[in-house]
């Protein structure tokens, strides 16, 4: 497991604070504004980035981040090229930084070869929404022998699964707040605090709540129940408008959404 991810939310525990979970689409609008993306989101207050590596087939995603898909592949963007950006970033940042990818794009690359690669550059962890938590063992031995975290999901619907996955969760666990695909919502109706408290019951991996949330009025209702909050649509809404333009607005994003938790 990732010391990075554990020293964070322990840090954060420690000062009774709760994480800042950010998302974008790797190469959108191309890799170098990726890369002062993440700077510049680390400089607002994000404790962890997750960056999306571009798919063709992204199925849990709504429009907004399909469409940063269809852009970065557009553009060029391939695993290597971010396998290269997060070397760079490791010269100026330790911040923890996750992929979030699909099943395919793995595979194709070779499941040894990618985690090797993950752990050369830096990245902690990896979030893979397609495989569900009993295919998991499909990427666990790899992800255990180079030290890369494999972030669990549940959702509303997990049921009694919920508290299975959370016993065996790494670094994190990831609550989807919110049926269907990614996307920004006015509001968020599930009762996610219900899944919060029963997998409270058995384990005390850290809880982050994810798919929704956009506003500093969503961020701060979902802290005060998790021990974090991950954003992703909303700052990739703003990187779609204002394309190479938007590292300034989506900093300013980020240090409002981080204010108001």
Do not use: H, W
């Amino acid at each position: 497991m990732s010391n990075r991810i554990e020293n964070v939310f322990s840090e954060l525990k420690r000062n009774g604070k709760k994480a800042l979970i950010t998302f974008i689409t790797g190469g959108d609008p191309d890799i170098e504004v990726t890369g002062k993306l993440v700077l510049a989101m680390e400089a607002a207050g994000a404790d962890i980035i997750e960056i999306g590596i571009p798919f063709s087939d992204p199925v849990a995603e709504g429009i907004v981040i399909q469409g940063a898909n269809a852009r970065a592949l557009a553009g060029g963007c391939t695993v290597d090229k971010l396998f290269d950006m997060v070397k760079r970033l490791r010269e100026k940042t330790n911040i923890p930084l996750l992929f979030m990818t699909y099943a395919n794009p793995i595979y194709a690359y070779g499941k040894e070869r990618f985690m090797a690669k993950c752990k050369e550059v830096g990245i902690d962890g990896i979030i893979v929404p397609d495989v569900p938590f009993e295919e998991k063992d499909e990427f666990e031995n790899e992800c255990t022998r180079y030290g890369v975290c494999l972030i669990s999901l549940i959702a509303p619907t997990s049921g009694e699964r919920a508290e299975k996955i959370a016993l065996e969760a790494q670094g994190f666990l990831y609550c989807v707040s919110s049926l269907g695909v990614t996307g920004t919502r006015n509001d968020i109706n599930t009762n996610i605090a219900e899944l919060i408290e029963q997998v409270k019951k058995v384990s005390s991996i850290p809880c982050a709540v994810g798919f929704g949330i956009s506003t500093p009025k969503q961020a701060c209702d979902m802290a005060s129940i998790s021990d974090g909050v991950i954003v992703g649509s909303a700052i990739v809404k703003l990187i779609a408008e204002f394309g190479r333009d938007s590292i300034t607005l989506v900093k300013e994003f980020v240090e409002k959404i981080k204010s108001s938790m």
